[in-house]
């Protein structure tokens, strides 16, 4: 189960937030414990490099895309490999939305559609899409590219 | 809905460029009025929703008539033709998750939609329809899923896929008659069809073993193309080894080809979930471990962290079974100790801690030293945990490591933290003999200067239990004192508590001791003063009493040997009356599992915070029903309940399970049932308990179940006598009775007449582990030698043919029916030999510890040596009766040498 994506800024403002299977009494503590691991570790961390982590039997893998923080939580199936993946995803097709590694203001422009990228990669806890090329097309209801 | 974690600072300088700059939730609500115009503008109604789905991430709640307007005004974007505008509907939709009784507003356009010649409306709708729909709605749509399912589009099918995942969890007989369409959908050619199909399968047929495993063996054998897909096989391919390596005799592991030959994957992942579900065999042999284990170390050096990061992790595990195995690793395992992740490096540090050989440890120990500055607690203290665990392997090495621990606790840290190291030092000084001067006197000098109250009051305890027994008791004088000087109340109490210890102890000691005490008269907090009083008074500070004598010592320092939640929980329930209250009759059972131990566990997410209060003990609450129960009253004191033991199979009409409640002379079964069929309401329910393979036992009451309404459990109780305070064993079958009448599912109302029926129960049996109450010993050795040999009796037993040594320590724990001490119920893979040390409690409140040795031989056959110490001759002969008369192993067991 894929239990939470979030999107910070640098100073741990959330950006965008999802979350499955945790109650709402219980993301303030994953906000917060996110954020402080972020902020821990990826100063002056390389663009899209990698930060792994694991709290019980949660696997955290968090990265920095210009200056956006993402950070990705699974349990299960969903361990440090394939929350890779994921956050492979989320990434690639961020990057794409925004043409670059996005700044803040980049990235608040291109609201719209890293939401609905993020909904096409991720739903409801599960890793749906992964492919940017194909997400890019389904974002705009288009059919992908090999149907 | 979530609170942003800071609020948005106006004053930010980046701010003012924010293309949400003073957005308003009011003003966005009469933007999105737009949605209503005759003419839609698709780009302005885009702009609304992202502004509106940007609240909703920033926490921002609407009211439930805001969530309503909002949720009717979208769904007049229906109209519109714009596709982009279309997809930004269905994920608002998503968003705002409207309530049953408006998803009809909506259901007609998305069914609409999902059949739309459009394939990306019908795989949208697939979504936002399963997002918001009900069990009735999904009755009519099913048909549409089901060839969606099969869809040549594969977001088509992932969609409706992924839908049934979610579904199998509210509707799973309606998913469950999908099999054949999600069949097929495994042999999709798109990657990620196959992989959600896979998963659907499997969750589908998770409970049916046999259909796991052919689901697996054909699968192995084809080709599964998506990675994801294959590390899902790779995970059910080792269940299907854990499940069959327990029937099956010939020693050899199926499937273990499969996974040999997905090591050599072009797709990382895939080898390390392979390599990974080899280190987890049962028994796994160190010829199955080498290629694994080679994978894994080249990963190790990867430039990839989460693949350093999956390998570090998995050699981790296998260090704790398997150290020999991991040691070839070292060398990349000490080049990960500064790497720049820090889970990383914590991950290789415990791993070397673990392999490491005695000559290496001063080296490590150096690397270490630097490491700790630069970590965070939570990390600090597993590095802490695996120093304590080394020490206690290489106890000639305790200078250096406590000289480390020592170090380390100076430094800044946390509360956990440094808790953790108090521990760690106590159970060193607890186990190594040798360390334990010098690891007093690092507690002494920590409660120097100590900023938790907590930490500060349990080496103050400790102290006193230990420092009266070293050469020079004198030398910590000096440091408890201290604490009444300068120490806040709590503390002060307690250091009182430890002098006193040391007076009552170190005669030579107590006149000044008593000097001590006797300035504490004067302290300003009330229980400093009324401890000093009570300890100069029974030690006899005027000269009363000469040689203290045991029950004042008894009384002062001894345990409580209850649990302490049993004695809050007896403290808040007693009403103050002329009956003082009484320790004797708080219940001593350490807490058992909850009521509900066999139904379907909930999948609740992990806590990240600290657990929240627990529900009442289930025992407190039978206690309470028992009691409520006049027939019942006559039986004295509750002395155990058991866990719930189900008389029926999961799923059938009737769920029934038994709480076996055991008094002195007296059992009660509580019989739990559940009537499961909605058009049914069972009366005048009973259970025709047939006893006669319990000769001991006589039926004495029974009482019906007046009604037992659909999904609402009810009980009905039996009650028996026996002989007092004797341990009868006996088997039981059970017959349910009861009228049933029809409801009408329309009124909810049931029939006047009903018929006579009954159901088969299947039998239940009580057993010698029933009268054995599971409480634990803080230091088994302590109790041992303080319960004496006088009672000991020592045998040995051959267990026959155990499938592990793991499985014979377990029967044998659970035929005693004792608290494992210490962590010694867990046996390490692969051990030839293992002591596990129980401790109980006994019917007529009769303490009985255990210690049991067991062998294992290559041809598996077990032998075991149990020794059993008690307060009663009688007892001690009756646990090894229990053992040499058990059912379960008395066709193996036989007794080679009797020299009680």
């Known amino acids: 189960m894929l239990l939470a994506v979030l999107f910070a800024n640098t100073d741990g403002n959330i950006l965008i937030e999802r979350f499955h299977g945790v109650p709402a009494e219980e993301r303030l503590h994953w906000r917060s414990f996110l954020v402080k691991l972020g902020a821990e570790n990826l100063k002056g961390a390389k663009n899209e490099e990698l930060f792994v982590a694991s709290h019980k039997s949660v696997y955290i893998v968090y990265t920095m895309l210009g200056d956006i923080c993402i950070y990705v939580v699974g349990k299960d199936d969903y361990d440090e490999l394939a929350l890779a993946e994921v956050i492979f995803a989320i990434t690639s097709s961020t990057k794409d939305a925004c043409g670059k590694p996005p700044t803040e203001r980049l990235f608040l422009d291109k609201y719209g559609r890293i939401c609905l990228s993020l909904d096409e990669i991720v739903w409801q806890g599960m890793l749906e899409n992964t492919e940017k090329e194909r997400i890019k097309r389904l974002i705009r209801m288009k059919p992908p590219a090999d149907v | 809905m979530a609170q942003p974690l800071v609020k948005k600072d106006d004053d930010q300088e980046d701010e003012e460029y924010s293309p949400f700059l003073g ?238 030959a997905c090591l050599r994957h072009k797709a990382d992942m895939v080898i390390v979930e392979a390599a990974r579900a080899i280190t987890e065999f049962s028994g796994v042999t160190s010829r199955e471990l080498t290629p694994a284990i080679t994978v894994l170390q080249l990963f190790l050096s990867s430039s990839k962290p989460v693949l350093r990061f999956a390998a570090v ?138 900023e938790f109250t907590y930490l500060s009051t349990q080496v103050l305890h400790f102290l006193g239990n230990e420092g009266p027994k070293t050469s020079d008791p004198s030398k910590y004088i000096r440091y408890i004192y201290n604490r009444v000087i300068l120490e806040n109340a709590t503390v002060r109490a307690a250091a009182v508590s430890t002098l006193a210890k040391f007076g009552s102890i170190v005669e030579s000691l107590k006149p000044r001791i008593f000097v001590l005490l006797r300035r504490c008269l004067f302290d300003s907090d009330d229980e400093v003063r009324d401890r000093a009083t009570l300890y100069l008074n029974t030690l006899g500070w005027d000269g009363s009493v000469g040689e203290i004598d045991k029950g004042v010592k008894e009384f002062l320092f001894g345990a409580l040997d209850v649990p302490l939640v049993n004695l809050e929980a007896s403290l808040r329930s007693y009403e103050p009356s002329e009956e003082p209250f009484d320790l004797s009759a708080v219940p001593k059972e350490v807490k058992s599992q909850p009521l509900t131990e066999k139904k379907a566990p909930s999948k609740k997410p992990p806590s990240f915070g600290v657990s929240a209060n627990g529900p009442t003990s289930p025992i407190d609450a039978y206690e309470k029903l028992l009691s409520s129960i006049p027939e019942f009253s006559s039986f004295g004191q509750l002395f155990k309940s058991s866990a719930p033991v189900e008389l029926t199979e999961a799923e059938t009409e009737y769920a029934v399970n038994v709480v076996k409640h055991i008094f002195s002379g007296h059992i009660v079964f509580q019989y739990n049932c559940t009537n499961t069929i909605p058009e049914q309401l069972l009366e005048n329910v009973v259970v025709i308990v047939d006893a006669s393979d319990a000769e001991e036992f006589a039926e004495v009451t029974s009482k019906p179940l007046k009604t037992l ?192």
């Open chain 2, 23 to 260: 957005i308003e939730k009011g003003a966005v609500l009469q933007e999105a009025r737009v949605f209503n115009d005759p003419q839609l503008d698709a780009r302005r109604c885009s702009q609304v929703i992202t502004k509106l789905l940007y609240l909703l991430n920033q926490g921002e709640t609407f009211t439930k008539v805001e969530a309503t307007e909002v949720f009717f005004a979208v769904t007049k974007l229906f109209q519109s033709k714009d596709t982009g505008l279309r997809r930004m509907v269905y994920l608002m939709i998503k968003e705002i998750s409207p309530s049953a009784d408006e998803v009809i507003i909506v259901t007609s356009s998305l069914m609409k939609d999902m059949n739309s010649k459009t394939d990306m409306y019908r795989a949208n709708a697939i979504r936002v329809l399963c997002r918001i729909t009900d069990g009735t709605l999904l009755t009519q749509i099913e048909r549409y899923l089901k060839q969606a399912i099969v869809d040549k589009n594969p977001v088509v099918a992932s969609a409706a896929l992924v839908s049934g995942i979610h579904l199998l969890q509210t509707n799973p007989e309606i998913v469950k008659r999908w099999t054949n369409e999600v069949q097929e959908a495994i042999q999709s050619r798109a990657a990620l069809v196959q992989f959600h199909a896979l998963a659907l399968l499997h969750q589908i047929r998770q409970s049916d073993r046999l259909a796991v495993s052919k689901l697996v063996t054909s699968l192995t054998k084809g080709s599964v193309r998506s990675p994801l897909a294959q590390c899902l096989l790779i995970r059910y391919t080792s269940q299907v080894i854990r499940d069959s390596s327990m029937n099956s005799q010939t020693g050899e592991r199926p499937l273990s080809d499969y996974l040999e």
């Open chain 2, 313 to 450: 992790r998995t050699l981790n595990k296998v260090a704790m079974t398997h150290p020999l195995a991991v040691t070839n690793c070292n060398i990349d395992m000490e080049s990960l100790i500064s790497d720049q992740n820090r889970s990383i490096a914590t991950l290789a540090i415990t791993t070397l801690l673990k392999t490491g050989n005695e000559s290496s440890v001063d080296r490590l120990m150096k690397q270490i030293s630097n490491f700790m500055s630069d970590i965070a607690d939570e990390f600090k203290i597993v590095v802490v945990d695996a120093i304590r665990s080394l020490c206690l392997k290489f106890p000639l090495k305790h200078r250096s490591l406590m000289n480390f621990l020592s170090n380390i606790l100076r430094e800044e840290g946390g509360f956990e933290y440094k808790k953790a190291i108090i521990d760690s030092i106590v159970i060193l000084i607890r186990d190594i003999p040798e360390a334990k001067e010098t690891g007093l006197f690092q507690l002494c000098e920590f409660i120097e200067d100590c």
């Open chain 2, 709 to 900: 309404p659909y999904d609402s459990p009810g009980q009905t109780f039996v009650a028996f006598k026996k002989p007092d305070g004797l341990p009868s064993t006996g088997r039981f079958s059970n017959l349910l009775k009861f009228i049933v009448k029809e409801v009408d599912p329309a009124t909810g109302e049931a029939e006047e007449e009903g018929v006579e029926d009954e159901y088969q129960l299947e039998d239940l049996e009580v057993v010698a582990a029933d009268y054995m109450l599971r409480v634990s010993v803080l230091n088994f050795k302590n109790a041992w030698e303080s319960m004496g040999p006088d009672y000991e009796r020592i045998d040995e037993y051959g267990l026959g043919v155990r499938e592990s040594l793991a499985e014979a320590v377990t029967a044998v724990i659970n035929i005693l029916g004792m608290q494992p001490c210490e962590g010694t119920d867990v046996v390490p893979n692969n051990a030839r030999s293992h002591t596990c040390l129980l401790s109980g409690v006994f019917i007529g409140n009769v303490k009985v510890l255990v210690r049991l040795s067991f062998g294992i031989d290559g041809p598996k056959q077990v032998a075991m040596k149990l020794a059993v110490r008690s307060e009663d001759e009688a007892i001690s002969d009756a646990i090894h009766e229990i053992v040499a008369n058990d059912e379960a192993i008395s066709d193996a067991i036989h007794e080679i040498v009797a020299n009680g």
